[in-house]
Structures are given as C-alpha cells and as structure tokens.
C-alpha cells in the first residue's frame, strides 16, 4: 500500500509544477546562503588562527562551502526539471532521471543536517584548539625580535582589549610564564637578578600582567604590576577589592563568541534542511503523479502521487535485499543446472576400457 498517497488532477500536476519550480529558485539562493556563512565563519577562524592550535576545526566552514555549492548546482537543475514536468510531452526526457535526482537530492539534504549538527558538536575540538593556542601565543608573547612570533604580542594585546580578556584562563597565566623580554632587563638591577636567580629555569616571573589587562572603565588607574602585594599600593585589598583588569580569560571569551556565531548558522542549516526536504518531497510527489499518468495514457486525467509505493517495512525489506545480492550480478548461477564452462569438456574415459563395443555377428 502506498505511502501518504494523493490524487492529482492536471490543474494540480501544473500548480505543483510552477510552485517548485520557483521554490528551487528560492533554494539557489539558500544554497547561496550556506555557502555564505561557511566563508564567514571560515575569515572569522582564519582572523584569530596565530591564537588557535592546528586541527580540524575548519571542518564545518569546509562542509558548509561544499554544501551550498551543491545546493546551487542541485536546485538549479531540479528547477529546470520542475519547469518542463508542467508538459508530460517533456517530462518523458526527465523520466529516467529524476529518481536518480532524488535519490542525490536526498543525500544532499542529509549533508546539510549533518553540517547544521557539527555546528553544535564542535565546540569541544574549538575549546581545545583554543586552550593550546593561547598557551602557545603567551608563552612567546616576549618573543618580539625572533622570526614567525614577533607579532604575537600585537595579536595578544589586540585580542584581550577587544575581548576585554587577559590570559588563557584568567589573569593569573601571566604569573606563570616570563613575558617581559630580556632586552628590557636592567642586569645591574639586583630585583632582576634575585628573580632570575630563584627561578629553577632562570625565568623572570612577576605578579604583574600586560598592559592590554586594564580595564579602561575603572575609575581607578590600573593597577598591573604586584597585584597580589597590598602594601604596595595606598587602600588596596587583593583579596576583598574587585581588580581594575579583566578576570575572565580569553580562551572563555573567544569560545562564548565563537558558539553563538556556530549557534546561529546552526540554526539557519536546520531552517533550510527543513525548507529543502519539503521541496524534495513535492518533487516526489510530482516525480510519481506524472509516471502514473503515463502509464495511464490519458495525460488530461487524473493520476495518483505518493511518497514511497510500498510501506515503509515493505521499502525496507526490498532495498535491503537489493543491498544483499548487490556484487552478485555478475556470478554464474549454478541453481539453475548450468555447470561452470572452465569445467565442461566431454567426458573422453581415457585410459578406461568400459566402452561397450558392438558384437560381431557370428557366421551362421
């Protein structure tokens, strides 16, 4: 029994036809769309990769390129197709072709679902890209005079003012590593050598951070080095006053900015996956009412369009034993008698004595 099965008369096989005909227009430029947001998001990564580890997180912008290229190039077919399905006398050119074209469309359709999915799914590969990179960029953010992290620092100072940011997790990473530079060190200074000197690998670390920490709003002026001494600053608590540098870390900014741009292109994947599995349908729907009326003979009748011709466990079982004997086409069958040619070849009983050999009549 046919699934969801409706009858169509001409009037509605040419409706039916008109409609997806512009609706595969609408779905160029959704497909369009998708491509446009996979290169946003792709310059939005590539702007901020010298504070990013390498890995896969380019994979999603990738898909969604890939996808609305698809969708411009499917849909505009499937507009050509829907056009010339309004005359039977031109759908007799499609008929061959569009199963084919909805079995592709269908998988199409299943590749932007997948990349509106990924979307979700990526913010634990971005939080670890994102956690290593900024390790990286502030442990040779002193780094100015050698070669390929000279502008790390810039990156830094820019990322955390505009992020209102400071470290990877909080403004306590800049406790951890040395990120003045050692051209910037008064050797004569017996602080300095002190420091140096207490350090297991001769780092000059201080409770200070970098200038780009303050925060501009406070009424305060910023308070960066000996954060953590209160004598050395007048009516100071580490402990009780709230800082005048960011506290949240820039690896928490950047993922909360990153999440809800993926958050919203995920949300327009899934409003056009639902957009093109409905048109996917009416061109089914068109696909089997003009077959029928083919095979009917009156093009002016009525003819009977379904979503699948048999039930779903039916459709099932039958695709599954395509799928079983698919490879098997080109085996010699034995079932039916037919032995194997290599193996055919008259049975000579040589060297045997068992011929029966007629008898000589004998003389009367």
């Avoid at 939005?44 to 969708?71: C, H, Q, T, Y």
């Amino acid at each position: 029994m046919a699934v969801l099965k409706v009858k169509f008369t001409k009037t509605k096989r040419d409706k039916l036809a008109q409609i997806l005909w512009i609706l595969n227009w609408i779905s160029v430029v959704s497909g369009i769309i998708l491509f446009s947001l996979g290169l946003f998001l792709k310059i939005e990564i590539k702007k901020r990769n010298e504070v990013m580890a390498k890995g896969d997180i380019n994979s999603v912008p990738n898909m969604l390129i890939s996808v609305g290229v698809i969708a411009c190039i499917i849909n505009f077919l499937g507009g050509k197709i829907c056009y010339d399905c309004s005359d039977a006398n031109k759908f007799s050119r499609w008929k061959l072709v569009m199963l084919p074209y909805i079995v592709c469309t269908l998988c199409f359709t299943f590749c932007i679902l997948v990349g509106a999915l990924m979307c979700y799914t990526m913010r634990n590969e971005l939080e670890e890209s994102l956690y290593l990179g900024l390790r990286d960029a502030i442990k040779y953010y002193k780094d100015t005079d050698i070669p390929g992290r000279c502008f790390l620092k810039r990156t830094v100072d820019l990322l955390q003012i505009g992020f209102r940011c400071c470290g990877n997790n909080g403004f306590r990473d800049w406790f951890e590593v040395q990120w003045v530079s050692a051209r910037y060190l008064n050797m004569a200074s017996k602080d300095v050598v002190d420091r140096l000197k207490s350090n297991v690998d001769g780092k000059f670390l201080v409770d200070g951070v970098p200038f780009s920490c303050c925060n501009p709003s406070s009424p305060r002026p910023c308070i960066q080095y000996q954060l953590t001494n209160n004598s050395a600053h007048y009516n100071y608590d580490f402990l009780t006053e709230e800082l005048n540098i960011w506290v949240k870390g820039c690896r928490e900014a950047l993922l909360d900015y990153y999440t809800a741009i993926m958050r919203s292109i995920g949300i327009a994947a899934l409003l056009i996956w639902l957009f093109e599995l409905s048109v996917l349908i009416g061109v089914r729907y068109l696909q089997t009412a003009m077959k029928n009326v083919l095979l009917l003979g009156n093009l002016e009748g009525e003819s009977d369009g379904w979503l699948l011709e048999n039930s779903f466990v039916e459709t099932a079982k039958h695709n599954i034993n395509i799928i079983k004997n698919f490879g098997k086409a080109n085996q010699i069958s034995t079932v039916s008698g037919t032995s194997d040619p290599s193996t055919d070849v008259s049975n000579t009983n040589c060297g045997k004595n068992n011929v029966t050999k007629n008898s000589i009549p004998a003389a009367s």
